[in-house]
T-cell receptor
Framework: GAGVSQSPSNKVTEKGKDVELRCDPI?????LYWYRQRLGQGLEFLIY????????KSGLPSDRFSAERTGESVSTLTIQRTQQEDSAVYLC??????????????FGPGTRLTVL | QKEVEQNSGPLSVPEGAIASLNCTYS??????FFWYRQYSGKSPELIMS????GDKEDGRFTAQLNKASQYVSLLIRDSQPSDSATYLC???????????FGSGTKLNVKP
C-alpha cells in the first residue's frame, strides 16, 4: 500500500513568512509524529497525535510552531514568522498502535525547508 | 545524559565482514526498540524492531536486546557497500508517546 507522503518536498521561503507543511499518513495508522532534522544532526521530536486524544506538543520549540490533525487523517505543521534557524528537513512518521507492527514508525520523504 | 546513546563513528568495515552497531539507553521502562537506516539525503527506513530479550534475525540483520544491561545492538553480516549509511537506534516507552532516537552511527563498508 501507499506509504507516508509529505508535501511540498522542498520549500524555500523568506525570513518572516509563514509556511505550512503537509503529511498524509499510512491509511489506518492512528499515531502520527513530526520530527525536525537539521543538517548532520539527529531527529528532534516535535509533536505527536494519537487518534482523537490531545496531542503531545512538548517538543515544539516555540509558539511559532503549531500542528493540526483532523481525526486519523492528514496533518499540517505550520511555522509562523520563519527564522533562518528553522531551516531543516521536517519528517513525518505514522504508526499503528496495535498488531504485530506495534509502534513501528514509517517515515515520509520529508520536506526540506530553507529560510533565506 | 541522553536517553539513547550511539557512537557517531564512522565505523569502517571491509566488504563481507560483520558490522556491529551498538546502542545504550537510560530508561529501564523502555519496551520497544528499533533500528533505522538513513541514507544521506533520505528519510529513515525501518530495518528491525525488537521487543524481547535475545536475538531476532531477519536476513543479514540480527538485532540483539539485553534489557538488564540496557543495550541493543545490530549486526550486519556479509556487509555490502550498499549498507553504507547512518544507522539510528530508537526506543519507546510502553504506552507512552515518545520515541527517543540516538544521533546515529555512520557505517562505511569498503569494497
Amino acid at each position: 500500500g501507499a506509504g507516508v507522503s509529505q508535501s511540498p518536498s522542498n520549500k524555500v521561503t523568506e525570513k518572516g513568512k509563514d509556511v505550512e507543511l503537509r503529511c498524509d499518513p499510512i491509511s489506518g495508522h492512528t499515531a502520527l509524529y513530526w520530527y525536525r532534522q537539521r543538517l548532520g544532526q539527529g531527529l528532534e521530536f516535535l509533536i505527536y497525535f494519537q487518534g482523537n486524544s490531545a496531542p503531545d506538543k512538548s517538543g515544539l520549540p516555540s509558539d511559532r510552531f503549531s500542528a493540526e490533525r483532523t481525526g486519523e487523517s492528514v496533518s499540517t505543521l505550520t511555522i509562523q514568522r520563519t527564522q533562518q534557524e528553522d531551516s531543516a528537513v521536517y519528517l513525518c512518521a505514522s504508526s499503528s498502535t496495535s498488531g504485530f507492527s506495534y509502534n513501528e514508525q514509517f517515515f515520509g520523504p520529508g520536506t526540506r525547508l530553507t529560510v533565506l | 545524559q541522553k536517553e539513547v546513546e550511539q557512537n557517531s563513528g564512522p565505523l569502517s568495515v571491509p566488504e563481507g565482514a560483520i558490522a556491529s552497531l551498538n546502542c545504550t539507553y537510560s530508561d529501564r521502562v523502555s519496551q520497544s526498540f528499533f533500528w533505522y537506516r538513513q541514507y544521506s539525503g533520505k528519510s529513515p527506513e525501518l530495518i528491525m524492531s525488537i521487543y524481547s530479550n535475545g536475538d531476532k534475525e531477519d536476513g543479514r540483520f540480527t538485532a540483539q536486546l539485553n534489557k538488564a544491561s540496557q543495550y541493543v545492538s545490530l549486526l550486519i553480516r556479509d556487509s555490502q557497500p550498499s549498507d553504507s549509511a547512518t544507522y539510528l537506534c530508537a526506543v519507546n516507552l510502553y504506552n507512552f508517546n515518545k520515541f527517543y532516537f540516538g544521533s546515529g552511527t555512520k557505517l562505511n563498508v569498503k569494497p
